[in-house]
């Protein structure tokens, strides 16, 4: 692996971890056993490594997040964009985290990511009015871009809720409040479930409250 993406994935870990506000350019050399001069070398400073991560989001999102084209809708499909939504939230967690911060020291990163929202939020439009055309969703017309835009609204804010509401440091998640997130999302869509396919959907809620059980670990037990 090249120096440069080693200081991504070792930046990206530590913000994760311990959250980016605690989190500098000389953490991140020393975690790397780096002189700080070998890291400026490659990045100007924390922003420019932020930056970087941010590029790794955006094309999770615009690779995993798009509508489908032939597939049959069934539990398995719908199950991939749940399981897509749990792993951004989960690998790149330090940023909805801190999301208001991050995005006013930068102005081209709040660009970026306003653009790249865009784009989810047309996808999801794009998705939902899929699966009310193939019968899965009863829903209006006019409800889907309301509908599609809270869902982003509950995604993007899901992890900083979940850390004011936690007796946990600011900065670490666990698995399992994710997954819960996952189920809130799912929760929604299933007031909006055919007939047809609300068993679809009680599928999906008990693989993910298994999700949440097998991920609690015993100290967010006594945490929360």
Known sequence: MKTRDKIVQASLELFNKHGERNISTNHISAHLNMSPGNLYYHFRNKEDIIRSIFTLYESDIIKDFKPYLTQEVNSELLLNYFDTLFNILWNYRFLYNNLADILSRDEVLKVRYRQTQEQVLSRSNYI?????????????????????????????????????????????????????????????????AAPNSITTFDKLKEHYQEQVTSSIQPEDEIKE
């Open 128 to 192: 939902i009015a899929q699966l009310k055309d193939d019968g899965v969703l009863i829903i209006d017309e006019s409800e889907i871009a309301p509908l599609a835009d809270t869902l982003k609204l509950m995604t993007s804010f899901w992890v900083s809720y979940k850390l004011t509401q936690s007796k946990s440091p600011i900065g670490s998640i666990s698995k399992a409040s994710l997954y819960e997130g996952v189920l809130r999302v799912l929760l929604i869509l299933k007031t909006y």
